[in-house]
């Protein structure tokens, strides 16, 4: 008989804890870096992983649901272009591995969808629950240096660090609004003080680490969470209200509190907002993704189907000479490095699946924790213009097809 372990309040087989710490929460930077501080090992990890899963999936293609059979068999045959391709102008088997990579996260939703189908079990509490102790855990051994000053910090390996004073790189502060989603749920639904605080503090941590992309994401989050509650009868229409009532007199007695002990705290967050709505300004990172959007589309003009492939890797950055050559061109948007790499057949593959969960979120069958995670995983839509998603996200986005298959 399998043993059972109880973790964060929810009951595994020993084999199915072990399965999915490898396949699945080994993939959250945060926690893998607690475990190795070496992102050339986590790296390497990944890359690993990512073809058993994929080896996984083919060799289990006759369990697999019609749709993922289709999306199985597109990924496919793009990979075996790109080998012929390789084959022909470069003498290797697969040039660069970082192609298999840029589409390898929508084979992974879906190892994700197929994995919890076969436990019969859906993760959301326990992930909610996941990030907020490696959170605090890695605050407590990594965050004494956080301050507000954005000042930068040198290190030898970033891994999942921000590089500055916010400590925690945006793409895992994003990861955040999970249990920001999860706890406000629960505190409209039990009405449980306990829930409500917990909600505050992942308030809190968005903001503290001025994470403007996250920022915009949590907002997309928190829209389209209401819009599908209220469609869905979780929360009803004067219930909607009385949560707008009482987030704007929370944040007014949070402003008069911040504002009288850090006076000038105030006015630098309000700073640090009203960039999100000038992302022009000079010498900002907005800037930067601005220029790096309008060089790399007319980039991808020239080949639109397809992209530029392996070749984007020979082509040396059009925008700054600080990284080394056959490295790629280190994109900050997600939806730039997919067209550049692989064209609109990759953009299409790839986020298509984010698209169809934005049709979802109208949609008036959903149980609550499907709600949660349409609002986090639309939310990428937004991040994807700051940001390359990583590939935990799309391990959530194949959470999320889970439980639109449970009925509510």
Avoid at 94 to 119: K, Y
Avoid at 298 to 322: C, H, I, K, S
């Amino acid at each position: 008989m399998n043993a059972v372990i109880k973790v964060l309040n929810q009951r595994f087989y020993v084999k199915e804890l072990l399965l999915l710490v490898m396949t699945y929460l080994l993939m959250e930077g945060l926690f893998s870096w607690l475990l190795v501080r070496d992102s050339g090992i986590i790296e390497n990890y990944r890359k690993i992983a990512a073809i058993l899963v994929y080896a996984f999936m083919l060799f289990n293609f006759s369990r697999l649901k019609r749709s993922e059979r289709v999306y199985l068999v597109i990924f496919s045959l793009v990979m075996v272009r790109l080998v012929f391709e390789s084959l022909a102008l470069y003498d290797s088997l697969f040039r660069q591995f970082t192609m298999f990579m840029v589409l390898f996260p929508v084979i992974f939703a879906f190892f994700i969808r197929h994995l919890l189908r076969s436990m019969e079990t859906g993760l959301l509490e326990f992930i909610a629950k996941f990030y907020l102790v490696t959170y605090i855990i890695f605050m407590l051994l990594f965050g004494r240096g956080f301050s507000f000053s954005l000042e930068s910090v040198e290190m030898s390996d970033y891994g999942p660090f921000s590089g500055d004073t916010r400590i925690i790189h945006a793409s895992h502060i994003f990861m955040m609004i999970i249990p920001l989603l999860w706890y406000l749920n629960r505190f409209i639904t039990t009405g449980k003080a306990s829930a409500g605080l917990i909600f505050i503090f992942c308030t809190a941590v968005i903001v503290v680490h001025q994470h403007r992309s996250v920022w915009s994401s949590a907002l997309a989050a928190l829209f389209f969470y209401t819009l599908a509650c209220t469609r869905n009868g979780i929360i009803k229409l004067r219930g909607t209200f009385n949560l707008v009532f009482i987030t704007g007199v929370a944040a007014v007695v949070a402003w008069l509190f911040i504002s009288s002990l850090y006076p000038g705290f105030i006015d630098f967050l309000d700073q640090r907002f009203a960039e999100i709505f000038n992302p022009s300004k000079e010498g900002s990172t907005g800037n930067f993704r601005i220029q790096q959007r309008e060089v790399y589309s007319a980039l991808y003009l020239e080949r639109p189907v397809f992209g530029w492939t392996f070749q984007g890797f020979e082509m040396a950055n059009p925008l700054v000479d600080w990284w080394p050559e056959n490295t790629g061109q280190h994109f900050h948007e997600g939806y730039i490095e997919v067209l550049f790499y692989h064209g609109a057949v990759g953009l299409l593959l790839k986020y298509s699946i984010l698209l169809y969960l934005l049709a979802k979120a109208f949609s008036k069958k959903l149980s609550a924790e499907a709600v949660i995670l349409v609002a986090f995983s639309v939310s990428g839509l937004v991040f994807s213009l700051n940001y390359i998603l990583p590939l935990i996200f799309w391990g959530h986005a194949g959470m999320c097809l889970y439980y639109l298959e449970k009925r509510p």
